[in-house]
Nanobody
Framework: VQLQASGGGLVQAGGSLRLSCAAS????????WEWYRQAPGKQRELVAS???????NYADSVKGRFTISRDNAKNTVSLQMNSLKPEDTAVYYC??????????????????WGQGTQVTVSS
């Protein structure tokens, strides 16, 4: 499975950006999508997630400003980021949790990361 993230860039505080991530590869079923971010000198943190049934979760720091959504037909996930703040500056990574079945009908679960896209918010 390959993930391709896009949509990062430079924006002024208060502005908006939309990140997207597309999955491609062998036959699999995506369970959960997640967006993480990592700022310089900080640990990678979970920003938002969406399950296969559409349940979403957000870090407290982005609640009310970010919206995660998925398109199951296209195997994509998006992160709409509004009211951006300088502290949102980070490299953003998409991640999926998926599964497939082997010829022996064994369920195999795996995770895959995107390559990261830089988001910079200027004050």
């Amino acid at each position: 499975v390959q993930l391709q993230a896009s949509g990062g860039g430079l924006v002024q505080a208060g502005g908006s950006l939309r990140l997207s991530c597309a999955a491609s590869g062998s036959t699999f079923s995506i369970d959960d999508w997640e967006w993480y971010r990592q700022a310089p000198g900080k640990q990678r943190e979970l920003v938002a997630s969406v399950t296969g049934t559409g349940n979403t979760n957000y870090a407290d720091s982005v609640k009310g400003r970010f919206t995660i959504s998925r398109d199951n037909a296209k195997n994509t996930v998006s992160l709409q980021m509004n009211s951006l703040k300088p502290e949102d500056t980070a490299v953003y990574y998409c991640r999926l949790l998926a599964h497939y079945y082997t010829d022996n009908d064994e369920r195999v679960v795996f995770a895959s990361w995107g390559q990261g896209t830089q988001v910079t918010v200027s004050s």
